[in-house]
Nanobody
């Protein structure tokens, strides 16, 4: 299924920025969609953004549009989430995930990285 390892989380003040990284290994992801999800305490996990590995087509949740940018680096087998203008409500554990291009189920997940935004 492949392995995904997130990094880059931390504590930041509201209005600040963080860049999350996801290192992908163990399989070829060229026909995959890479996604970022998040889960805040007491809430369900929610979709944040996704990108197709081959064409780089992106999709965002309404709550992060204009503030977050997802990208990938095929040479490094990595996916990134640039988060700007962070808000306290962005506080959550952020997960990287992967699914095959023509399926709806994300089959590979990272362990998550904590993002905390202070007001």
């Amino acid at each position: 299924q492949g392995q995904l390892v997130e990094s880059g989380g931390g504590l930041v003040q509201a209005g600040g920025s963080l860049r999350l990284s996801c290192a992908a290994s163990g399989r070829a992801f060229s026909n995959y969609v890479m996604g970022w999800f998040r889960q805040a305490p007491g809430k369900e996990r929610e979709f944040v953004a996704s990108i197709t590995w081959d064409r780089g087509t992106t999709n965002y949740a309404d709550s992060v549009k204009g503030r977050f940018t997802i990208s990938r680096d095929s040479a490094k087998n990595a996916v990134y989430l640039q988060m700007d203008s962070l808000k306290p409500e962005d506080t959550a554990v952020y997960y990287c995930a992967a699914r095959a291009r023509y399926t709806s189920t994300y089959e590979s997940w990272g362990q998550g990285t904590q993002v905390t935004v202070s007001s």
